[in-house]
């Protein structure tokens, strides 16, 4: 359509993982596996799914989108001022709150190249220019970054670690990068993987907000806590942040279901805990069985990793799919030799290990 606004005429949508409901479909089967998007293999909390019990007589009637139950909760457990949150549909809204409130025409958007594909999406969309940084090492290039900031900078966006290619960065090398944002510009960390991460210097970024007024961290309920079908995510910053964030957020944004499961999903650190250590077993089958298989694979970080295919990871994707396996071809993040796969239970990283084996 030729009126479509300027940033959206030649924006490429996401592609997410394909549905597994599709693929057993199209195979006529019903045991495929979908390792293709980063989710919990164990499902959510039982403690989430009795919440949610509980809460379906309450759909007649608009759910409360500041979600004051579970603010108060996260900001108890996170040591916060509830005014220091937002709660979105997904982080993926939060940071579209961020695009809302401070990007548009005539303003730029930084994001490393490699980074997950939603920050410029939004970005493009609202009209803003998208400035990408040369990735050093399939990581984030934070010189590079920096050299990239002037008058119209309005955000930037890290996440930390990186999907899809699992690179994180330090506290000492991220701190010293948020110093040198511009006061002008919002940085959005996105932490979407927060609870996985061990690296000894993977940075505890809440103190941060002490000092830095422009930023923001993202965080999800969508990975460990295996609520990505009912959309769940917040954003913590300083509350005059918050505050202009709010504006832009519609009303009814975080469904009802949503805000009770996730207010109990945090109470269930056995699940939680669980969850770390089929994930923690899960990345040490993948990485032993990729590089058995001749491949060189990226940093596992999170619960996934991604892996080089010589010859181009599409043929090999395509060759899964027809053994009942999703995996993410990487084409679209401009890495067409690199598959990603998430972890799964144990049989399904087994299973996956084999057809591919197969498939090489
Ligand atoms: N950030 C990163 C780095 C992600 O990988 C994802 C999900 N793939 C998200 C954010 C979005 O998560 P959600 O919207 O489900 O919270």
């Given amino acids: 359509l030729e009126y479509a606004a300027a940033g959206v005429s030649d924006l490429r949508p996401y592609q997410p993982g394909k549905p597994l409901a599709e693929l057993e479909r199209e195979l006529g089967i019903r045991d495929a596996i979908k390792l293709a998007s980063n989710e919990n293999p164990l499902g959510p909390s039982p403690l989430a799914l009795a919440a949610i019990r509980e809460g379906l007589p309450t759909l007649a009637l608009y759910p409360e989108g500041s979600a004051p139950e579970l603010r108060a909760r996260l900001a108890r457990q996170l040591d916060l001022d509830p005014r220091q949150l937002i709660f979105g549909n997904g982080s993926d809204q939060v940071m579209e709150f961020a695009v809302r409130a ?204 991604a892996f080089a295919v010589p010859g181009g990871g599409q043929r090999v994707y395509d060759a899964l799919l027809r053994r009942g396996v999703i995996v993410r071809p990487l084409a679209p993040y401009g890495m067409p030799d690199h598959l990603r796969v998430s972890v799964g239970l144990p049989a399904e990283n087994q299973r996956f290990l084999k057809m591919l084996g197969e498939v090489l």
């Fill in 102 to 305: 401070f990007a548009g025409p005539g303003t730029e958007v930084i994001v490393s190249q490699y980074a997950f594909a939603a920050y410029g999406i939004a970005a493009q969309a609202s009209g803003a220019t998208v400035r990408i940084a040369p990735a050093r090492d399939y990581g984030h290039d934070l010189d590079a970054m920096a050299g990239l900031f002037d008058a119209r900078t309005r955000l930037v966006f890290i996440a930390n670690p990186n999907n899809p290619t699992g690179t994180h960065l330090s506290a000492e090398a991220l701190e010293r990068f948020i110093d040198k944002v511009p006061a002008h510009a919002l940085l959005v960390l996105d932490e979407a993987y927060l609870e996985f991460m061990d690296a000894a210097d993977y940075p505890d970024s809440k103190p941060w907000l002490r000092r830095f007024s422009n930023l923001m961290i993202t965080r999800t309920f969508s990975k460990a806590y295996g609520l990505a079908g009912l959309r769940c995510g917040y954003g913590i910053g300083h509350p005059d942040l918050m505050a202009v964030l709010e504006r832009v957020r519609q009303p009814f944004n975080v469904n009802t279901l949503a805000q009770v499961a996730a207010h109990a999903a945090l109470t269930d650190r056995v699940h939680l805990q669980a969850t770390l250590a089929n994930n923690r077993r899960g990345i040490e089958m993948l990485r032993d069985g990729l590089c058995h298989l001749g491949l060189t694979i990226l940093p596992p970080a999170g619960n996934f990793t």
